[in-house]
C-alpha cells in the first residue's frame, strides 16, 4: 500500500489530466462466479475492502505547494466505493466477454469527474440462474493491474467471510505484488541543457508517424472489441519456457509477436512494413526512489525498422537487450522520466490549461500498439517459492471460474492493446482493438495472428533449433 495515500505520483497525475469525457484509462478484474450469490453481502464486502484502500474512496482535489499546483486524494468521511447490481441482458451479438462490456458501456463512458466521484466502483452483474460477473472497475489514475487485481481479491475474501464466518485459507497466504527483485536506481538530475534536448527529441517522436494496422474498422467509432484466447497449461508452459529458454522475459516476447503480426497483416494488404512503435508496460516498483504507490506501471517506447524485424528470435532479443539497458543505464528514456519532466512544468498551470495540454500531448504521440504482461493472476508464496496452489477456486460456496484481466481504452490513442496474464497455469491473452480501425471478425484474425507467432517461438525453442525463420505471416525476405 502507498505509505501516503493522499499524493498522486507524476504518472498517476498525468492518468488523471488525460481523462476526460470519453478518455479515460481504466482496469477492469472480471471474475466469473458459478452458484448462488447474496448481492446485500456482496454490498457489505465492498464497504470493508474499501477501507484498506483509502484512494479507491476519495476525491480528487488541486492544491497550491511551492508556487506549483498538485493533485492529492481528499478523503470524505461520508464517500464509499459503490456496488452497483445489473442484469444482463441476453444478446447474439459477439460472446459473453464482449456483450458485459456493452452492457458497462454507459457507466464506462460517462464523464467520470474525478473532482466529485471517487475512482473505482464494484459491478455485480447477473448472467443467468447462478452465473454472476463480479467486476471491480478501477481507475488507472489511482491503482495499477496489480493494485486492481489485489482489491478483486481482497473483495472475494472478504466475502466468504461475511458468508461463513471465517477467512478463507487462500487470504492467509502472501500476495505477491511483485515477485521480482528489481536493482533501486536513482533518477539522474537533469540539466536546463537536457531538458531542451529532451523537448526536442519529445517533439520529433510525437512528429513521426509509425505504420499503423489497415483494417475495414468505422473512422470515429469509439467502441472497443476485446478478444481472449485462453491457452491449455501444456501451450502455456510451452509458450513461456520457450521464451525463457531464448533469454528472453514474456513481455518481450509478446511485444515481438504483436508487431510481426503487424507486418503479416500489413503485408498481406499491400502496406509495406515501415516504422513500429510499440509501447511495453514494465513495473516500476522498486526501480525509482518516488515512484511508490498504487499506480507503479511504467512504459517504455520502442521504435523499430522492418530490417530489425527480419526474424522473431533475433528481434525478441533486441527488445530485451534495450528494455534492460533502460534501466542498467539509468537512462531517462522511460515513459515515467518524461511524464515528471512534463508535469513539474506544468504544475506551473491551474488544472484546466493543465488538462487541455497533457490530452493534446497524449493523443498527438501516436504508436503502432501497446503490450502489458501482468504476469501471474494472484500468485502466493509457500516456502520462499511462488506457487499456484492457493489461488482461490471457490468462496462462500460460490465457484471461481475465470479472471479477465481488462485494459478499457488504457493510453486513450491505443487502438491495438494486448494484455497477457496467466490465472491458474493458463496463459490468457487479450486484445483489446478499436472499433475505428478493425471489425470484430478482423480483431479475431489478427490474434490468432500474434497466437501463431508465440506457439512458433515454443516449438523453435523446442527444437533448439540454431537457425531463425521469418515469423508467421511476416512476409519479409
Not at 397 to 412: A, F, N, P, R, T
Not at 445 to 461: H, R, V
Request: neutral net charge.
Amino acid at each position: 500500500m502507498n505509505e501516503n495515500p493522499e499524493s498522486l505520483n507524476a504518472l498517476s497525475e498525468m492518468i488523471a489530466l488525460s481523462s476526460y469525457g470519453n478518455t479515460k484509462n481504466l482496469i477492469i478484474t472480471a471474475v466469473d462466479l458459478g452458484g448462488p450469490i447474496d448481492p446485500a453481502a456482496m454490498i457489505l464486502a465492498t464497504k470493508r475492502t474499501g477501507t484498506t484502500y483509502p484512494q479507491f474512496a476519495s476525491t480528487l482535489k488541486e492544491i497550491r505547494q511551492s508556487a506549483k499546483h498538485r493533485l492529492v486524494w481528499e478523503r470524505h468521511p461520508d464517500l464509499e466505493v459503490p456496488t452497483i447490481v445489473t442484469e444482463l441482458k441476453s444478446s447474439d451479438a459477439g460472446g459473453l466477454l464482449e456483450n458485459f462490456l456493452l452492457h458497462l458501456s454507459p457507466r464506462l463512458d460517462r464523464n467520470w469527474n474525478l473532482f466529485e466521484e471517487v475512482p473505482a466502483e464494484v459491478h455485480l452483474v447477473r448472467v443467468s440462474e447462478n452465473h454472476y460477473i463480479l467486476a471491480p472497475v478501477i481507475h488507472h489514475a489511482v491503482a495499477d493491474g496489480g493494485t486492481a487485481s489485489e482489491f478483486g481479491r481482497e473483495l472475494l475474501a472478504n466475502y466468504h467471510e461475511i458468508i461463513t464466518g471465517e477467512r478463507p485459507h487462500w487470504a492467509c497466504e502472501p500476495h505477491p505484488l511483485s515477485s521480482t527483485k528489481k536493482r533501486m536506481v536513482e533518477a539522474k538530475k537533469a540539466s536546463l541543457r537536457d531538458y531542451i534536448q529532451e523537448a526536442r527529441e519529445a517533439v520529433t517522436h510525437a512528429m513521426e508517424k509509425p505504420i499503423l494496422l489497415k483494417g475495414e474498422g468505422t473512422p470515429g467509432d469509439t467502441r472497443q472489441f476485446h478478444v481472449k484466447r485462453l491457452l491449455s497449461e501444456e501451450d502455456s508452459l510451452r509458450i513461456i519456457g520457450g521464451s525463457f529458454k531464448r533469454g528472453i522475459s514474456p513481455v518481450d516476447l509478446f511485444a515481438a509477436c504483436t508487431n510481426l503480426a503487424i507486418d503479416g497483416w500489413n503485408g498481406a494488404r499491400d502496406v509495406p512494413p515501415g516504422l513500429l512503435t510499440t509501447s511495453v508496460s514494465v513495473n516500476m516498483r522498486g526501480r525509482f526512489r518516488g515512484f511508490e504507490g498504487g499506480n507503479t506501471s511504467g512504459l517504455i517506447f520502442f521504435r523499430s525498422a522492418p530490417e530489425d524485424r527480419r526474424d522473431l528470435r533475433t528481434y525478441a532479443r533486441s527488445i530485451a537487450v534495450r528494455r534492460i539497458r533502460h534501466f542498467r543505464n539509468q537512462m531517462d528514456l522511460t515513459f515515467f522520466q518524461n511524464v515528471s519532466r512534463m508535469t513539474g512544468v506544468l504544475n506551473l498551470f491551474p488544472f484546466k490549461a493543465r488538462q487541455r495540454a497533457v490530452h493534446f500531448l497524449m493523443n498527438t504521440h501516436q504508436f503502432s500498439a501497446a503490450v502489458t504482461f501482468l504476469g501471474v493472476i494472484w500468485p502466493v508464496f509457500k516456502n520462499g517459492k511462488l506457487s499456484m496452489e492457493s489461488s482461490p477456486t471457490e468462496m462462500g460456496g460460490i465457484s471461481i471460474d475465470e479472471v479477465h484481466g481488462i485494459g478499457y481504452k488504457l493510453l486513450s490513442n491505443t487502438r491495438i492493446l494486448l494484455i497477457a496474464y496467466i490465472f491458474r497455469n493458463r496463459l490468457n491473452l487479450m486484445l483489446a482493438a478499436s472499433a475505428s480501425l478493425f471489425t470484430r471478425e478482423e480483431a479475431e484474425s489478427f490474434t490468432d495472428l500474434i497466437l501463431a507467432n508465440l506457439m512458433q517461438n515454443a516449438l523453435e525453442a523446442e527444437a533448439g533449433e540454431g537457425q531463425t525463420r521469418p515469423a508467421v505471416g511476416n512476409g519479409m525476405a
